[in-house]
C-alpha cells in the first residue's frame, strides 16, 4: 500500500491456485471496550546500512542472514534477495505480469507465499527457486502484511476493521480473525508484520510508529514510536513522494536485531528492543 491516503501520508510528513476459495472463518475472536493503554517501547539503534532505494518496500524477511523483501508499484513488483549489511542485492526476481501489484511475503518452511495489493492472488514460491510460483491461492481482500507463528501464516488487510487472519498455508482457508483493537478502538491501516518472541509487531502505514499486537485477542500492548529514535534520519532523508512511508519490520533470532526500513528508503536501520 498505498497511493490512495494522502492525507495519512500528510500527517506522517508533518509528524516527523489451487483455486479454491478461502472460507469464512471457522472462529471470529471478539473483543472488549476496557483495554489498557499500550506501554510504551524503547529501542535502540545499533546501525543503519545501505538499502536499496528502488525498493517500495511492502514486505521484509531475515532468513539465514539474508534480507528477503518484497516490494509493490504495477511494473516494478519484485522479490530481492539482498546482504543486511552492504545492502548489495545479490538476487532480484521481478514479477513479470505488469498488472501485478506485490505486496507483503513471508517464508514458513520451504515455501514463500506473496501477497498481492487488489489483486487477490497469493503467489507460494518454492524457497530454492523464485524464478515463478510453483502454486497460487486467492484471496478475498486486499493484500498488505504477512508474517507466520510457525504454524499459521498471519495476514493483514489494511481495512478499518483492524482484522488480522490466521490462514492454514497449505490450502489457505482462514481458521481464525482477530481485530487488532487499543484503547481507543480499532486500529486501522494495519500493515507490514513480523511474529517476535510470540506477539505480532505492526507497521501502522502513514504513521511513524509500531505496535505490540496480541494475537491472541488482537490487543495493542506495546507501541514503539520511531520518530525519536531516528530522528536524525527523517531530519535529512528528503521524501520525494508522499507514500514513501516506514513499512518493513524484519527479526534475525540468532542476533536477536530487529531490522526496519521504509518505501524507498536509502538506509535498512537495526535495533534492539530496550
Not at 497511493?3 to 471470529?28: G, I, M, P, Q, R
Not at 475472536?29 to 506501554?39: C, D, E, F, L, Q
Not at 488480522?164 to 481485530?179: C, G, H, S, T
Amino acid at each position: 500500500m498505498k497511493k490512495n491516503f494522502a492525507l495519512v501520508s500528510l500527517v506522517y510528513l508533518l509528524s516527523c491456485n489451487n483455486n479454491e476459495s478461502a472460507t469464512t472463518a471457522d472462529e471470529t475472536v471478539s473483543t472488549g471496550n476496557r483495554i489498557a493503554m499500550p506501554k510504551v517501547l524503547q529501542a535502540s539503534v545499533m546501525a543503519a546500512y545501505p538499502h536499496d532505494t528502488a525498493a517500495f518496500t511492502e514486505g521484509l524477511f531475515v532468513h539465514n542472514g539474508k534480507l528477503y523483501e518484497g516490494t509493490g508499484e504495477k511494473k516494478q513488483s519484485f522479490i530481492q534477495i539482498s546482504d543486511i549489511k552492504t545492502g548489495k542485492v545479490e538476487k532480484k526476481y521481478p514479477i513479470k505480469d505488469s498488472t501485478i501489484f506485490g505486496e507483503g511475503i513471508n517464508i514458513i518452511g520451504d515455501k514463500l507465499y506473496q501477497l498481492t495489493y487488489q489483486n487477490h492472488i497469493v503467489y507460494v514460491y518454492n524457497l530454492n527457486d523464485l524464478n515463478k510460483p510453483i502454486q497460487t491461492f486467492p484471496w478475498q481482500s486486499e493484500g498488505w502484511g504477512m508474517t507466520n507463528n510457525g504454524t499459521e501464516l498471519i495476514i493483514s488487510d489494511g481495512q478499518s476493521s483492524g482484522n488480522l487472519y490466521f490462514v492454514n498455508p497449505a490450502d489457505f482457508k482462514i481458521k481464525r480473525i482477530v481485530q487488532v483493537v487499543d484503547n481507543m478502538g480499532p486500529v486501522n491501516y494495519v500493515n507490514e508484520l513480523e511474529y517476535i518472541h510470540g506477539s505480532i509487531y505492526a507497521n501502522v502505514w502513514g504513521s511513524t510508529y509500531i505496535l505490540q499486537i496480541d494475537p491472541s485477542n488482537g490487543h495493542v500492548i506495546g507501541k514503539l514510536e520511531t520518530a525519536s529514535i531516528l530522528s536524525s534520519f527523517y531530519n535529512s532523508y528528503t521524501i520525494k513522494e508522499m507514500d514513501n512511508v516506514l513499512n518493513g519490520i524484519a527479526y534475525d533470532s540468532s542476533s536477536k536485531s530487529m531490522y526496519i526500513t521504509g518505501k524507498r528508503w536509502p538506509k535498512l536501520f537495526e535495533l534492539k528492543l530496550n
